[in-house]
Protein backbone atom coordinates (compact mmCIF):
# COMPACT_ATOMS: atom_id res chain seq x y z
CA UNK A 1 0.00 0.00 0.00
CA UNK A 2 0.50 4.02 -0.43
CA UNK A 3 1.47 3.82 3.39
CA UNK A 4 4.19 0.91 3.66
CA UNK A 5 5.47 2.53 0.89
CA UNK A 6 6.30 5.35 2.62
CA UNK A 7 7.26 3.90 5.87
CA UNK A 8 9.92 2.16 4.09
CA UNK A 9 10.88 4.63 2.04
CA UNK A 10 11.20 6.76 5.52
CA UNK A 11 13.26 3.86 7.29
CA UNK A 12 15.75 4.25 4.53
CA UNK A 13 16.13 7.83 4.61
CA UNK A 14 16.53 7.66 8.13
CA UNK A 15 19.25 4.80 7.74
CA UNK A 16 21.19 6.15 5.11
CA UNK A 17 22.61 8.75 7.02
CA UNK A 18 23.62 6.78 9.81
CA UNK A 19 25.94 4.32 7.53
CA UNK A 20 28.02 7.00 5.51
CA UNK A 21 28.43 9.63 8.60
CA UNK A 22 31.88 9.44 9.60
CA UNK A 23 32.15 8.63 13.27
CA UNK A 24 34.28 12.04 13.85
CA UNK A 25 32.09 14.05 11.64
CA UNK A 26 31.28 17.69 12.35
CA UNK A 27 29.41 20.12 10.15
CA UNK A 28 29.04 23.68 9.35
CA UNK A 29 26.84 26.06 11.27
CA UNK A 30 25.20 29.65 11.30
CA UNK A 31 23.83 30.90 14.24
CA UNK A 32 19.92 29.63 15.01
CA UNK A 33 18.29 32.49 17.02
CA UNK A 34 18.67 36.11 17.59
CA UNK A 35 19.75 35.41 20.76
CA UNK A 36 22.48 33.36 19.88
CA UNK A 37 24.22 35.67 17.73
CA UNK A 38 24.19 37.70 20.58
CA UNK A 39 26.37 35.50 22.85
CA UNK A 40 29.62 34.86 22.31
CA UNK A 41 29.87 32.48 18.75
CA UNK A 42 31.65 29.73 18.01
CA UNK A 43 33.28 29.05 15.01
CA UNK A 44 33.66 26.22 13.18
CA UNK A 45 37.44 24.99 14.13
CA UNK A 46 36.39 25.53 17.91
CA UNK A 47 36.62 29.08 19.27
CA UNK A 48 34.22 31.87 20.10
CA UNK A 49 33.86 35.51 18.90
CA UNK A 50 33.21 38.22 20.95
CA UNK A 51 35.62 36.90 23.94
CA UNK A 52 35.93 33.79 25.95
CA UNK A 53 33.91 32.13 28.07
CA UNK A 54 31.28 34.20 30.71
CA UNK A 55 30.44 31.82 33.04
CA UNK A 56 32.62 29.24 34.82
CA UNK A 57 32.44 25.81 33.26
CA UNK A 58 32.39 24.12 36.72
CA UNK A 59 29.65 26.31 38.40
CA UNK A 60 27.54 25.78 35.12
CA UNK A 61 28.20 22.28 35.84
CA UNK A 62 26.88 22.20 39.31
CA UNK A 63 24.09 24.40 38.06
CA UNK A 64 23.02 21.41 35.95
CA UNK A 65 23.69 18.77 38.60
CA UNK A 66 20.96 20.39 40.90
CA UNK A 67 18.96 21.27 38.36
CA UNK A 68 18.43 17.94 36.82
CA UNK A 69 15.29 15.60 37.90
CA UNK A 70 16.35 11.58 37.07
CA UNK A 71 12.53 10.60 37.34
CA UNK A 72 11.63 13.21 35.19
CA UNK A 73 14.75 12.61 32.46
CA UNK A 74 13.75 8.64 32.38
CA UNK A 75 9.83 9.47 31.20
CA UNK A 76 11.31 12.21 28.74
CA UNK A 77 13.86 9.87 27.08
CA UNK A 78 10.74 7.02 27.02
CA UNK A 79 9.00 9.67 25.06
CA UNK A 80 11.95 10.37 22.67
CA UNK A 81 12.01 7.09 22.13
CA UNK A 82 8.60 6.45 21.13
CA UNK A 83 7.96 9.22 18.92
CA UNK A 84 11.02 8.06 17.12
CA UNK A 85 9.94 5.00 17.25
CA UNK A 86 6.23 6.15 16.07
CA UNK A 87 7.43 8.28 13.25
CA UNK A 88 9.49 5.91 11.86
CA UNK A 89 8.04 2.47 11.90
CA UNK A 90 4.39 3.41 12.67
CA UNK A 91 4.76 1.50 16.21
CA UNK A 92 2.19 2.98 18.66
CA UNK A 93 3.62 3.24 21.94
CA UNK A 94 1.17 1.18 24.12
CA UNK A 95 -0.74 2.72 27.11
CA UNK A 96 -1.90 0.10 29.34
CA UNK A 97 -1.62 -0.30 32.80
CA UNK A 98 1.52 -2.48 31.87
CA UNK A 99 3.57 0.44 30.45
CA UNK A 100 3.00 2.88 33.55
CA UNK A 101 6.34 4.56 32.14
CA UNK A 102 4.76 5.21 28.70
CA UNK A 103 1.82 6.48 30.62
CA UNK A 104 3.78 9.05 32.46
CA UNK A 105 5.88 10.03 29.38
CA UNK A 106 2.59 11.09 27.16
CA UNK A 107 0.42 11.98 29.53
CA UNK A 108 -1.17 14.97 28.91
CA UNK A 109 1.24 15.53 26.35
CA UNK A 110 0.10 13.78 23.01
CA UNK A 111 -3.39 13.03 23.78
CA UNK A 112 -4.19 14.18 20.28
CA UNK A 113 -1.94 11.90 18.48
CA UNK A 114 -3.37 8.62 20.23
CA UNK A 115 -6.79 10.18 19.28
CA UNK A 116 -6.32 9.72 15.56
CA UNK A 117 -6.98 6.09 14.05
CA UNK A 118 -5.08 7.50 10.94
CA UNK A 119 -0.98 9.00 12.03
CA UNK A 120 -0.08 12.21 11.14
CA UNK A 121 3.64 12.04 10.24
CA UNK A 122 3.93 15.78 10.27
CA UNK A 123 2.38 16.16 13.48
CA UNK A 124 4.71 12.87 14.86
CA UNK A 125 7.85 14.19 13.27
CA UNK A 126 7.28 18.21 14.95
CA UNK A 127 6.28 16.30 18.31
CA UNK A 128 9.51 14.28 18.26
CA UNK A 129 11.60 17.34 17.59
CA UNK A 130 9.65 18.93 20.92
CA UNK A 131 10.78 15.96 22.67
CA UNK A 132 14.02 16.18 21.62
CA UNK A 133 13.77 19.87 22.40
CA UNK A 134 12.06 19.28 26.03
CA UNK A 135 14.38 16.30 27.35
CA UNK A 136 17.66 18.58 26.51
CA UNK A 137 16.36 21.21 29.15
CA UNK A 138 17.16 18.29 31.65
CA UNK A 139 20.47 16.89 30.38
CA UNK A 140 22.28 14.62 33.65
CA UNK A 141 25.84 16.04 34.39
CA UNK A 142 28.03 16.07 31.92
CA UNK A 143 31.12 13.81 32.43
CA UNK A 144 34.48 15.63 33.61
CA UNK A 145 38.16 14.54 33.50
CA UNK A 146 40.29 15.43 36.37
CA UNK A 147 42.54 17.85 33.95
CA UNK A 148 39.50 19.68 32.42
CA UNK A 149 40.54 22.11 35.83
CA UNK A 150 43.74 22.83 34.44
CA UNK A 151 42.30 23.57 30.79
CA UNK A 152 41.92 26.96 29.81
CA UNK A 153 40.52 28.86 26.47
CA UNK A 154 42.70 31.43 25.32
CA UNK A 155 44.13 32.97 21.64
CA UNK A 156 44.94 29.70 19.64
CA UNK A 157 48.72 29.90 18.10
CA UNK A 158 46.80 29.02 14.61
CA UNK A 159 47.29 32.60 12.99
CA UNK A 160 43.17 33.30 12.74
CA UNK A 161 41.70 30.63 14.24
CA UNK A 162 40.46 32.78 17.31
CA UNK A 163 40.76 30.75 20.44
CA UNK A 164 41.83 27.41 21.28
CA UNK A 165 42.19 25.21 24.33
CA UNK A 166 44.97 24.93 26.38
CA UNK A 167 46.72 22.77 28.82
CA UNK A 168 48.03 24.56 31.96
CA UNK A 169 49.46 21.60 33.31
CA UNK A 170 51.37 18.55 32.17
CA UNK A 171 49.12 15.58 30.66
CA UNK A 172 50.46 12.32 30.33
CA UNK A 173 50.08 10.38 27.14
CA UNK A 174 46.22 8.40 27.35
CA UNK A 175 44.75 10.05 30.04
CA UNK A 176 41.11 11.42 29.13
CA UNK A 177 42.25 15.32 29.01
CA UNK A 178 38.13 16.52 28.27
CA UNK A 179 34.71 14.97 27.02
CA UNK A 180 33.00 15.75 23.81
CA UNK A 181 29.09 16.49 24.54
CA UNK A 182 26.60 18.25 24.69
CA UNK A 183 22.80 18.62 24.09
CA UNK A 184 21.27 15.13 22.29
CA UNK A 185 19.77 14.87 19.21
CA UNK A 186 17.96 11.92 17.36
CA UNK A 187 18.06 11.75 13.18
CA UNK A 188 15.39 14.33 13.04
CA UNK A 189 16.02 16.86 15.72
CA UNK A 190 19.49 16.98 14.54
CA UNK A 191 18.41 17.93 10.54
CA UNK A 192 16.68 20.78 11.84
CA UNK A 193 19.57 22.95 13.57
CA UNK A 194 21.09 25.70 11.33
CA UNK A 195 24.13 25.50 13.91
CA UNK A 196 25.84 22.84 12.62
CA UNK A 197 29.85 23.31 13.09
CA UNK A 198 30.04 20.93 16.58
CA UNK A 199 27.43 18.45 16.08
CA UNK A 200 29.08 15.31 16.86
CA UNK A 201 27.89 11.82 15.74
CA UNK A 202 27.82 9.08 18.56
CA UNK A 203 26.89 5.34 18.46
CA UNK A 204 23.64 6.77 20.62
CA UNK A 205 22.99 9.71 18.00
CA UNK A 206 24.48 13.22 17.74
CA UNK A 207 25.29 15.87 20.43
CA UNK A 208 26.02 19.36 20.10
CA UNK A 209 27.57 21.26 22.48
CA UNK A 210 26.76 24.75 21.17
CA UNK A 211 24.07 25.70 23.46
CA UNK A 212 26.82 25.30 26.29
CA UNK A 213 30.23 26.66 28.33
CA UNK A 214 30.90 23.52 30.44
CA UNK A 215 31.97 21.50 27.29
CA UNK A 216 35.31 22.84 26.68
CA UNK A 217 36.50 20.05 24.07
CA UNK A 218 34.47 22.45 21.06
CA UNK A 219 37.01 24.81 21.72
CA UNK A 220 40.07 22.34 20.47
CA UNK A 221 41.44 23.59 17.05
CA UNK A 222 42.32 21.26 14.31
CA UNK A 223 45.79 22.06 12.81
CA UNK A 224 45.27 20.28 9.90
CA UNK A 225 48.88 18.18 9.94
CA UNK A 226 47.47 15.02 11.06
CA UNK A 227 51.25 14.17 12.92
CA UNK A 228 50.87 17.60 14.80
CA UNK A 229 47.91 16.14 16.50
CA UNK A 230 48.52 15.75 20.66
CA UNK A 231 44.69 14.75 21.11
CA UNK A 232 42.30 12.12 19.64
CA UNK A 233 38.91 11.38 19.77
CA UNK A 234 38.15 7.75 21.51
CA UNK A 235 34.90 6.65 20.63
CA UNK A 236 32.70 4.73 23.07
CA UNK A 237 31.12 1.62 21.28
CA UNK A 238 28.72 0.90 23.85
CA UNK A 239 24.71 1.49 24.38
CA UNK A 240 23.69 4.77 26.32
CA UNK A 241 26.98 6.65 26.13
CA UNK A 242 26.41 10.16 25.15
CA UNK A 243 30.14 11.51 25.19
CA UNK A 244 33.47 11.01 23.50
CA UNK A 245 36.26 10.68 25.19
CA UNK A 246 39.37 13.43 24.02
CA UNK A 247 42.61 11.57 24.55
CA UNK A 248 46.09 12.62 24.81
CA UNK A 249 48.31 10.41 22.38
CA UNK A 250 51.56 11.96 24.10
CA UNK A 251 52.64 13.60 27.03
CA UNK A 252 51.33 17.62 27.02
CA UNK A 253 53.54 19.83 28.41
CA UNK A 254 51.92 22.92 30.65
CA UNK A 255 51.32 25.77 27.95
CA UNK A 256 50.86 23.51 25.03
CA UNK A 257 47.37 24.23 22.90
CA UNK A 258 45.60 21.18 22.29
CA UNK A 259 45.19 19.77 18.79
CA UNK A 260 42.57 17.52 17.05
CA UNK A 261 41.57 15.79 13.82
CA UNK A 262 38.16 16.86 12.59
CA UNK A 263 38.21 13.66 10.43
CA UNK A 264 38.04 13.64 6.61
CA UNK A 265 34.29 14.18 6.16
CA UNK A 266 34.42 18.29 8.29
CA UNK A 267 33.26 20.84 5.42
CA UNK A 268 36.17 22.82 5.63
CA UNK A 269 34.94 24.69 2.11
CA UNK A 270 31.94 26.13 3.77
Not at 49 to 76: I, S
Not at 202 to 214: A, I, K, S
Amino acid sequence: SVWLWHRALLLIHTSLPLFFMAMTSKDIHIPRSSDELRAPQSLPDGNVLGGCQTTNPQEQQERHARAHDPQLFEAQNRRVQNLCKWYELGIRPSLSSSSLLNVAAHQEKDDDLFATEVDDLHQLLLRSVAAQDDLNTNLPPHPRSPHESSLKVAPSTIVGAGNGLFATAPIPKGDIVCNYTGYRHHYQSQKRLKERAYIFKLQEGWVDPFPTEEVLARFINDIRIEEDCNVKFEHVQEPGVWHCPVVAQRDIAAGEELFVSYGPWYCWSE
